[in-house]
């Protein structure tokens, strides 16, 4: 059988046996000497690692679901050539499940006194900030008998930010406020408007919108226009407590609470609107305030990309005082929440008179698309007891969303996929009718 690479050396330095021969130290010496004398040699001629020079360059920020790349420029300032295996270690969620292995180890080979750069693909599960962990090295001797091996700590962060999945429906919603803001169509009336212009009387025209003083002036009835106020207020206040984390589907509720108080944030910067955000359970874990309407978004993304939701019961007094703090003046405060029955009834109803005495309330919960389906189920004995364990936690939640409306707040209850749009239209519907 033919040797190749590594194991020809081997055996023509004689250290396979080939056949039987008594051993001695003679013999021993004069057989390993010559193995002992190539692996001082391959040893010697490996490129040192601990004189090598390692930047990084690449991404610093990436949205949740897609991919970043991080560049790892190694140097080798040395007289010899480096031939070496390479791992650039980072945290388990920075990669896909399965594809660690492939896409952190790289083969070098670097002539003496040049540079290489390594790019690493990195795509992250999780939201927050990602540290890189140490670049870890090994070189190679010409014959690849031994190896140098270390390690070098080259920082890099990377801000994972939330996937705003939501912002597909921005063109329909601004779509929508346009024809509120009269650009599109016929302006409307009501407490939250100002004053547009005039136009004539046309059957139908709420009479009230009748300018007596400009109608005898001129030979028609003249009608004022009107359009939505801007310059409003909006607090989005995330409840960040233990409710906040049971998963719906594959995420946390806060995940969904965010996607929709993005949407929102966007919508309402656009109609001219300010924004603030505050994430609450027993302090403020996020504040947002006094942003630009271009910078609304992008400093919202960053603050709630590293939020995660606490395992403990949101102190709803606390919250309240913090929101009406940051809310001094009438605002339109949206409150991201549960609405499970004993949170509410216990935590938020002794104290929503506070708020709704100055400000206008919007509680948005995020509804289990699977109670849904379980409250459909029928055919077998197990699924009728589903149907009705599901029956039970629907009415609940509906008493408790009633409960809420017969305070004065709107409530918006809604599954994952459809909390976004559902909040921006109670939004805009604020807006149509003079409610904000």
């Not at 006194?113 to 795509?123: A, D, I, N, Q, Y």
């Not at 949206?334 to 029955?341: G, R």
């Not at 005495?357 to 289990?368: C, P, Q, T, Y």
């Amino acid at each position: 059988m033919a040797l190749t690479g590594r194991t020809a050396l081997l055996a023509a330095l004689g250290t396979l046996p080939v056949g039987l021969w008594e051993p001695s130290w003679t013999g021993i010496l004069a057989v390993n000497a010559p193995l002992a004398l190539a692996c001082a040699c391959d040893f010697a001629l490996a490129a040192p690692v601990r004189r090598l020079g390692l930047t990084r360059s690449g991404d610093t920020s990436v949205r949740l679901g897609e991919t970043a790349d991080v560049e790892l420029t190694v140097t080798n300032p040395s007289g010899r050539p480096l031939r070496a295996d390479l791992r650039d270690a980072w945290p388990p969620s920075s990669w896909q499940p399965g594809t660690e292995v492939a896409a952190s180890r790289n083969h070098l080979t670097i002539p003496a006194g040049e540079r290489r750069r390594v790019t690493t693909r990195l795509h992250p599960t999780r939201r927050g900030d990602h540290q890189a962990d140490r670049v870890t090295i090994r070189s190679y001797g010409p014959l690849g008998l031994f190896t140098r091996q270390g390690s070098h700590k080259v920082p890099w962060s990377l801000r994972v930010l939330p996937p705003f999945a939501s912002r597909k429906h921005l063109p329909s919603k601004l779509a929508r406020l346009r024809e509120l803001d009269g650009r599109t169509s016929v302006l409307t009336r009501g407490q939250g408007t100002e004053f547009d212009s005039l136009r004539d009387y046309v059957p139908g025209d709420d009479t009230r919108s009748i300018d007596w003083r400009a109608t005898a002036r001129q030979s028609r009835v003249a009608i004022r226009t009107w359009r939505p106020e801007r310059d409003r207020h909006i607090l989005l206040v995330l409840d960040t407590g233990r409710t906040s984390a049971g998963r719906v589907g594959d995420a946390p509720r806060l995940d969904s609470s965010m996607d929709a108080a993005l949407l929102l944030a966007t919508l309402a910067s656009r109609a001219g609107d300010r924004v603030d955000l505050l994430a609450y359970d027993r302090r403020v874990r996020a504040l947002v305030q006094g942003r630009s309407a271009g910078d609304v978004l992008p400093s919202l993304v960053n603050a709630l990309a590293t939020l995660e939701p606490e395992l403990i019961e949101t102190d709803a007094r606390g919250l309240t005082s913090t929101a009406l703090r940051t809310a001094p003046r009438s605002s339109l405060i949206v409150l991201l929440t549960s609405l499970d029955t004993a949170p509410i009834e216990e935590g938020l109803l002794p104290v929503l008179s506070r708020l709704t005495k100055r400000h206008k309330v919007l509680v948005a919960s995020v509804a289990d698309p699977h109670i849904e389906e379980m409250a459909t189920s029928r055919g077998t004995t197990e699924a009728v007891y589903d149907a009705a364990a599901a029956a039970q936690a629907q009415s609940e939640r509906h008493r408790t969303a009633e409960q809420l409306t017969r305070r004065g707040v709107t409530v918006v209850d809604a599954t994952p996929k459809d909390l976004a749009p559902a909040l921006a239209d109670a939004y805009l519907s604020l807006k149509a009718t003079g409610r904000l």
